[in-house]
């Protein structure tokens, strides 16, 4: 229960030193379904149902990426755990950003995975790709946004059903909710404060959230290292999971 009285539900798997992985916009923990067990050798994994999502209360009231990394904190308390290590990717890379500088004392190490700074510095989408996600159909639209997470070759190898394009659960009004969380994130001036260890990770090829994000990121934050997989679009955490998920263990090691 959040302070607001919000009820988080979350899950927790594997032994070791915890490790919260953070969805993005407008999904559950089921985001992390195709590469949660590729830390479970080594980590304590732990996902929460954002508020609006999967198992956790839905109320119809302003969300943000700073209250977000708040309900992130809150789960943390209920789980007795002092310090973790924070992987966020998409919206939950603007999540990871927000529990690295409200609570630093709370964050050991920070990964950053296909994620903007927001603000007038995030680099937008092109209208091209706004017009593509806004087909006449669902189903184009659909099909829009999964041409956008992977490439055409794993698409063709990989049928489905894929747990990255949002919780079907949710109402219309929490998913609103959640883009207009997203939109309004904006951390650029507050980046110099992150203190953990941090990891920059993104496609090369991603147009969802455009890969010069990563750089900017990067610069913003003392000492972070940037590294760009070839070839991955905004899935790159799941398509090219035998990548990402070594370079994240490495890092965190």
């Keep these: 229960m959040t302070a607001d009285g919000v009820r988080i539900a979350y899950q927790v798997r594997g032994v070791g030193h915890p490790l919260v992985l953070l969805a993005g916009q407008a999904n559950s923990h089921h985001w992390w379904d195709g590469v949660r067990d590729d830390f479970h050798a ?7 149902d954002y508020r609006g999502t999967g198992e956790s209360d839905r109320p119809d009231r302003p969300y943000s990426t700073e209250g977000f990394a708040d309900d992130v904190i809150a789960v943390l308390d209920d789980l007795g755990i002092e310090r973790a290590d924070v992987y966020g990717t998409s919206m939950g890379g603007r999540v990871a950003q ?36 806004a087909g006449p159909t669902l189903a184009v639209s659909e099909r829009a946004l ?17 747990h990255t394009l949002g919780d079907p659960t949710m109402p ?10 997203s939109a309004r994130h904006d951390a ?7 203190t953990a260890p ?7 090829d991603d147009q969802l959230n455009p890969t010069p994000n990563a750089s900017r990121i990067a610069a913003r934050i003392p000492g972070a ?26 890092f965190l090691d």
């Design 188 to 194: 650029w001036d507050a980046l110099p404060g992150i």
């Design 42 to 48: 080594a980590r304590r994994t732990v996902t929460l």
């Design 98 to 133: 927000w529990c690295a500088l409200r609570h630093s004392s709370r964050v050991r190490a920070l990964v950053l995975g296909c994620t903007s700074p927001g603000g007038k510095q995030g680099i937008e989408r092109s209208d091209a790709v706004l017009r593509s996600l």
């Design 172 to 181: 219309p009004y929490a998913r609103r909710r959640h883009l207009a969380a």
């Design 198 to 204: 941090t990891l920059v990770l993104h496609g090369t």
């Design 225 to 250: 290292r940037l590294h760009l997989i070839e070839g991955a679009r905004h899935a790159y955490f799941e398509e090219f999971r035998a990548i990402a998920s070594e370079l994240v263990l490495d």
């Design 146 to 162: 999964l041409s956008l997470m992977y490439t055409e070759s794993w698409l063709e190898n990989h049928p489905g059903p894929y």
